[in-house]
């Protein structure tokens, strides 16, 4: 991380079925920080859901509201945000996450992925004739925008409590440096 960076929040990104939610849900309340869910927040702001928009008006559309969910989160304070899984793939987003965060990449292979979402309906990208290798593309388009995170951990055989204090630890540290 740049010394002149002094991040009060943090961003989770990574794949769908890395564990951001679960694992931002304990870092903000082992900190005291809010925990904010940027898939949450679009339907919150727009009153329906992420398969609704992406039916109605498609991908482009919800990649809008997803940039326009981040600049408004860039005002917060003491926040942990979890980020959708192509959230830093598109436009400016993964610099303004910089500019007010601690970006934490959670990783895990396409096997770990597909094995954890197999079941979950509400994934519109999922809704393909071969999922996982659609998790594979994605993954693989992804992956230099991830790479970016200030630090990169890898979820595959870390319990949610684990990762949790790993990423507790990495804001510290971050935190100390600021001080």
Known sequence: MQSDRHPSNLALIGFMGTGKTSVGRLVAESLGFEFIDTDEF????????????????????????????????????????????????????????????????????PEKIWERVRHQSHRPLLHDADPQKKIRDLLALRAPFYRQADVLINTDLRSLREVAGQITLQYKLADRKRR
């Not at 339907?43 to 809008?64: M, S, Y």
């Not at 926040?79 to 910089?98: E, Q, R």
């Open 42 to 109: 679009v339907q919150q702001l727009t009153n329906r859901t992420i398969a609704d928009i992406f039916a109605q008006e498609g991908e482009p559309a919800f990649r809008e509201l997803e940039r326009q969910a981040v600049r408004e989160l860039a005002g917060r304070e003491k926040t942990v945000i979890a980020t959708g899984g192509g959230l830093p793939a598109h436009g400016d987003n993964l610099a303004t996450l910089k500019s007010f965060a601690l970006v934490i990449c959670l990783w895990a292979s």
